[in-house]
Protein backbone atom coordinates (compact mmCIF):
# COMPACT_ATOMS: atom_id res chain seq x y z
CA UNK A 1 0.00 0.00 0.00
CA UNK A 2 1.19 3.48 -0.58
CA UNK A 3 1.70 6.19 2.14
CA UNK A 4 1.13 9.74 2.22
CA UNK A 5 2.40 11.87 4.56
CA UNK A 6 1.99 15.66 4.36
CA UNK A 7 3.42 18.04 6.36
CA UNK A 8 3.97 22.10 5.47
CA UNK A 9 0.74 24.30 5.67
CA UNK A 10 -0.73 26.60 8.10
CA UNK A 11 -1.78 30.45 8.39
CA UNK A 12 -0.25 32.69 6.49
CA UNK A 13 -1.38 36.85 5.55
CA UNK A 14 -2.69 37.51 1.99
CA UNK A 15 -0.43 37.41 -0.09
CA UNK A 16 2.17 35.70 1.18
CA UNK A 17 3.45 32.06 0.39
CA UNK A 18 3.20 28.56 2.27
CA UNK A 19 4.76 25.09 1.20
CA UNK A 20 3.30 22.14 1.60
CA UNK A 21 5.26 18.47 1.18
CA UNK A 22 4.05 15.63 0.54
CA UNK A 23 6.45 12.14 1.10
CA UNK A 24 5.71 9.01 -1.08
CA UNK A 25 6.28 5.38 0.11
CA UNK A 26 6.17 4.69 -3.86
CA UNK A 27 8.05 7.72 -5.70
CA UNK A 28 6.89 6.01 -8.98
CA UNK A 29 3.49 6.54 -8.77
CA UNK A 30 2.06 9.97 -10.29
CA UNK A 31 1.10 12.42 -8.08
CA UNK A 32 -1.03 15.64 -7.39
CA UNK A 33 -2.72 17.99 -5.16
CA UNK A 34 -6.32 18.74 -4.09
CA UNK A 35 -7.98 21.03 -2.04
CA UNK A 36 -11.54 21.43 -0.50
CA UNK A 37 -13.05 24.30 1.48
CA UNK A 38 -15.96 23.93 4.43
CA UNK A 39 -19.43 23.27 1.73
CA UNK A 40 -17.44 22.52 -1.36
CA UNK A 41 -16.04 19.88 -3.50
CA UNK A 42 -12.87 18.59 -3.63
CA UNK A 43 -11.07 19.90 -6.53
CA UNK A 44 -7.69 19.12 -8.11
CA UNK A 45 -5.21 21.92 -7.38
CA UNK A 46 -2.09 20.75 -9.34
CA UNK A 47 -0.86 17.64 -11.52
CA UNK A 48 2.95 16.81 -12.37
CA UNK A 49 4.66 14.11 -14.34
CA UNK A 50 7.97 15.01 -16.11
CA UNK A 51 7.90 17.91 -18.79
CA UNK A 52 3.99 19.16 -17.97
CA UNK A 53 2.30 20.27 -15.15
CA UNK A 54 -1.61 21.17 -15.20
CA UNK A 55 -2.96 23.94 -12.69
CA UNK A 56 -6.54 24.87 -11.94
CA UNK A 57 -7.08 28.76 -13.22
CA UNK A 58 -7.82 29.91 -9.41
CA UNK A 59 -3.97 28.64 -9.07
CA UNK A 60 -2.29 29.29 -12.05
CA UNK A 61 0.66 31.82 -11.79
CA UNK A 62 0.52 31.35 -7.90
CA UNK A 63 1.23 27.98 -7.26
CA UNK A 64 4.30 25.52 -8.26
CA UNK A 65 3.98 22.03 -8.20
CA UNK A 66 7.50 20.05 -8.01
CA UNK A 67 8.92 17.17 -7.55
CA UNK A 68 12.19 15.34 -5.33
CA UNK A 69 13.17 12.16 -6.23
CA UNK A 70 16.10 11.63 -3.95
CA UNK A 71 13.63 12.51 -0.97
CA UNK A 72 10.72 11.00 -2.34
CA UNK A 73 8.63 14.31 -1.91
CA UNK A 74 5.85 15.73 -4.17
CA UNK A 75 5.55 19.87 -3.40
CA UNK A 76 3.34 22.20 -3.63
CA UNK A 77 4.88 25.92 -3.32
CA UNK A 78 2.21 28.24 -2.86
CA UNK A 79 3.02 32.14 -3.33
CA UNK A 80 0.66 35.10 -3.36
CA UNK A 81 -1.58 33.47 -1.29
CA UNK A 82 -5.47 34.50 -1.04
CA UNK A 83 -8.45 34.52 1.35
CA UNK A 84 -10.68 32.33 -0.92
CA UNK A 85 -6.99 29.40 -0.91
CA UNK A 86 -7.84 28.54 2.69
CA UNK A 87 -9.23 24.77 2.58
CA UNK A 88 -7.89 21.49 3.65
CA UNK A 89 -5.22 20.24 1.19
CA UNK A 90 -4.60 16.61 0.51
CA UNK A 91 -2.05 14.82 -1.88
CA UNK A 92 -3.38 12.29 -4.07
CA UNK A 93 -1.17 9.40 -5.97
CA UNK A 94 -2.50 6.83 -8.54
CA UNK A 95 -0.73 3.83 -10.36
CA UNK A 96 -2.01 5.97 -13.59
CA UNK A 97 -1.83 9.15 -15.03
CA UNK A 98 -5.17 10.80 -14.81
CA UNK A 99 -6.25 13.74 -17.04
CA UNK A 100 -7.10 17.21 -16.54
CA UNK A 101 -9.89 18.55 -14.88
CA UNK A 102 -8.65 15.77 -11.83
CA UNK A 103 -11.61 13.47 -10.60
CA UNK A 104 -10.60 12.39 -6.85
CA UNK A 105 -12.56 9.43 -7.37
CA UNK A 106 -9.94 8.04 -9.66
CA UNK A 107 -7.18 8.77 -7.30
CA UNK A 108 -6.32 5.72 -4.77
CA UNK A 109 -4.03 6.74 -2.15
CA UNK A 110 -4.41 10.01 -0.07
CA UNK A 111 -2.70 12.30 2.20
CA UNK A 112 -3.71 12.83 6.23
CA UNK A 113 -5.07 16.39 4.92
CA UNK A 114 -3.49 19.25 6.05
CA UNK A 115 -4.83 22.87 6.45
CA UNK A 116 -4.17 26.04 5.13
CA UNK A 117 -5.73 29.36 6.71
CA UNK A 118 -5.41 32.76 4.45
CA UNK A 119 -6.16 35.57 6.38
CA UNK A 120 -6.56 39.23 4.63
Known amino acids: EVQLVESGGGSAQAGGSLRLSCRFSVYSYYGAWFRQAPGKAREGVADSIPGRANYADSVKGRFTISRDARKNTLYLQMDMLKPEDTAMYYC??????????????????WGQGIQVTVSS
Open 92 to 109: AADPSVRNWPLDPKQFLY
